[in-house]
T-cell receptor
Framework: DVKVTQSSRYLVKRTGEKVFLECVQDMDHENMFWYRQDPGLGLRLIYFSYDVKMKEKGDIPEGYSVSREKKERFSLILESASTNQTSMYLC????????????FGPGTRLTVT | DQQVKQNSPSLSVQEGRISILNCDYTNSMFDYFLWYKKYPAEGPTFLISISSIKDKNEDGRFTVFLNKSAKHLSLHIVPSQPGDSAVYFCAATRSGNTGKLIFGQGTTLQVKP
């Protein structure tokens, strides 16, 4: 069974703080993704990576950056957290060629106050 | 602008009956479509997919129908079971687009015993 784990289930941070969200997958997947889920908006892609040290912007990359130093780990960084980044953050991974059948972690509920 | 829309936020059906979840898209370049299911406190899980070269794909109790001319897809669950109660997201993509999925807002299905 594929397992995607996220470092925290719940996180509360203050405005302006630097925030790190960590994601680890154990199935040697090439592709990893970060989404945020908001009511009425569904899931929106922030960044994705199809190889170590590679990254691509998704639909809403502003205010975020990512790091992928090892194949199994994909980090999402909020350089200076703002209240509009309060959301559920979901990490996913997939392998070629079934790149669209993504395996998701349980999510991190981030609240920025 | 929402390229993938699920216009029904919620749906309630009786156990044993058919559940029909609908999804509309606006981008005619989309050629691959997926449905994901999400239980509370868990990440989404892949359910079923369909390529634009088909108009129907079936997997057990789940069938996805695609109407390209109407830019519409639907997920049929027959018979519905209480364990099917979850949020269902449809997603669309252009194949070869490095895994970038566009998700709808989600429909919450409640199956009553």
């Amino acid at each position: 069974d594929v397992k995607v784990t996220q470092s925290s289930r719940y996180l509360v941070k203050r405005t302006g703080e630097k925030v790190f969200l960590e994601c680890v997958q154990d199935m040697d997947h090439e592709n990893m993704f970060w989404y945020r889920q908001d009511p009425g908006l569904g899931l929106r892609l922030i960044y994705f990576s199809y190889d170590v040290k590679m990254k691509e912007k998704g639909d809403i990359p502003e205010g975020y950056s990512v790091s992928r130093e090892k194949k199994e780990r994909f980090s999402l960084i909020l350089e200076s957290a703002s209240t509009n980044q309060t959301s559920m953050y979901l990490c996913a991974s997939s392998f070629q060629p079934r790149i669209y059948e993504q395996y998701f972690g349980p999510g991190t509920r981030l609240t920025v106050t | 602008d929402q390229q993938v829309k699920q216009n029904s936020p919620s749906l309630s059906v009786q156990e044993g009956r058919i559940s029909i979840l609908n999804c509309d898209y606006t981008n005619s370049m989309f050629d691959y479509f997926l449905w994901y299911k999400k239980y509370p406190a868990e990440g989404p899980t892949f359910l079923i997919s369909i390529s634009s070269i088909k108009d129907k794909n079936e997997d057990g109790r789940f069938t996805v129908f695609l109407n390209k001319s109407a830019k519409h897809l639907s997920l049929h669950i027959v018979p519905s079971q209480p364990g099917d109660s979850a949020v269902y997201f449809c997603a669309a993509t252009r194949s070869g687009n490095t895994g970038k999925l566009i998700f709808g807002q989600g429909t919450t299905l409640q199956v009553k015993p």
